[in-house]
């Protein structure tokens, strides 16, 4: 592919230590909130955004957080400012959103102005870009109806109306959110209840796992300062380059349609609401793909590239879960199944007792968990050496000319399922 955002970026940040899948999913969050609304794809009644949910996912010290902030500096340094703050709840963030400040500080006058002269109808678009790379203090635990409220956010045309605390309203002209956060599989299980694996909100986010590269750098150099820039001008450039409606080449056409009668799929039944909503996610990668070198028509090539990144995001998004669910011992049973994957070789039973025996009242528990994951194909047993082994899969290329590995990083295609 010629020089683009992408190959710059993933080359700017090659000789770091966060997963070169991680700096790939910051630069499309990047590029798709500094688009906002200004470039988009009429899809039928609907018009698709460039906005996206996504969470990086990934153990402690995966560089979840260094990945995120090297991308919230770029963006504020290009100037972009629309970034929320980095702890809100439901009301501070629509008050946010619509440019009010704190809800305290809306007053009785404010709110009868509103009413005398206008609902927010002639007010500008209103955006947000949610870079919280410990997610779970920006949002909290459990938050039912901040998820339920950004789950509607994600596609939202016109006014949304809303009342916020002490029975105050709040008008917001054609909402744009976008997320980009940080989490652990645990921390995950915490900020959402599993109820949510139904609900509108999981089918719109993508979980980006990403592994430890093997890169330890204790005393990394200072950027160089012409490279840095040259970032900042690139994204500045796509900015004020591509913006109006997305035009699709005949090809290009062609392909989505394959893809959308091919309809694939995520391999496990929790992501059953996600690929629903599948072809969006994917229209909405190729309006980045294409602005990523300066362009506002997708071709052919630009469909390939969006399908392979989504593709190959898919196939890590089970393991992004973990096990989450509703199952007794879910988050001991994630734990588990770490451990053997990130084993140099065959794990033993004592060996993992000894990291879970503080989470189990008895080792008849671990054996059941370690029964259950067999079955579920999740591991193997190696009863020469009575230990237990990753059941890792080799990357599924899908279907001829829908997807092309080659477009990734060696990193990303070394990545294990």
């Not at 040259?230 to 090809?251: H, M, N």
Request: charged content about 25%; hydrophobic content about 40%.
């Amino acid at each position: 592919m010629p020089e683009d955002f992408f190959s710059s970026y993933l080359h700017y940040t090659s000789d770091a230590e966060p997963p070169a899948v991680f700096q790939r999913w910051c630069a499309i969050a990047g590029i798709g909130a500094l688009l906002g609304r200004q470039f988009y794809f009429q899809h039928g009644f609907k018009t698709i955004y460039p906005n996206i949910y996504c969470m990086l996912i990934g153990s402690p010290g995966t560089r979840k957080s260094t990945s995120i902030k090297l991308m919230r500096s770029f963006l504020t340094q290009a100037g972009y400012t629309t970034i929320a703050a980095e702890k809100s709840t439901k009301e501070k963030f629509m008050l946010d959103l619509a440019g009010e400040g704190n809800p305290d500080e809306v007053s009785v006058d404010d709110i009868l102005d509103r009413n005398l002269f206008g609902n927010g109808d002639d007010k500008p678009d209103s955006e947000m870009f949610i870079m919280a790379d410990e997610f779970n203090d920006f949002f909290g635990n459990g938050n039912i109806e901040f998820i339920s409220l950004l789950g509607t956010l994600w596609d939202f045309n016109g006014v949304y109306r809303n009342r916020i605390k002490n029975g105050k309203s709040v008008d917001i002209p054609n909402p744009t959110v976008s997320i980009l956060g940080g989490n652990t599989p645990t921390g995950f299980s915490l900020a959402f209840p599993s109820d949510i694996l139904g609900q509108g909100f999981f089918s719109r986010i993508l979980l980006i796992h990403g592994e430890p590269n093997g890169k330890r750098i204790p005393f990394p150099p200072a950027p160089d300062a012409s490279a840095t820039q040259r970032i900042i001008e690139y994204l500045r450039q796509i900015k004020s380059t591509v913006f109006g409606p997305a035009q699709l080449t005949p090809a290009a056409k062609g392909l989505l349609s394959d893809i959308y009668i091919f309809d694939p799929k995520v391999d496990d039944v929790r992501f059953a609401s996600y690929s629903n909503r599948r072809f969006d996610h994917l229209l909405k990668l190729c309006l980045i793909v294409a602005a990523n070198r300066l362009s506002s028509e997708i071709t052919e090539r630009d469909v390939v590239y969006a399908n392979t990144i989504l593709s190959h995001a898919e196939q890590y998004m089970p393991r992004a879960l973990g096990e989450f669910g509703k199952a007794r011992n879910s988050d001991v049973t994630h734990k588990v199944l770490e451990i053997i994957y990130r084993g140099p070789g065959i794990v033993k039973m004592k060996d993992i007792w000894c990291e879970v025996h503080t989470d189990l009242e008895k080792m008849s528990m671990l054996q059941d968990i370690l029964i259950g994951l067999q079955q579920a194909d999740k591991i193997q047993t190696v009863p020469d050496a009575g230990g237990f082994l990753p059941n890792r899969k080799p990357l599924d290329a899908g279907k001829k000319g829908m997807v092309d590995f080659n477009l990734l990083t060696q990193e990303e295609r070394n990545m294990k399922v």
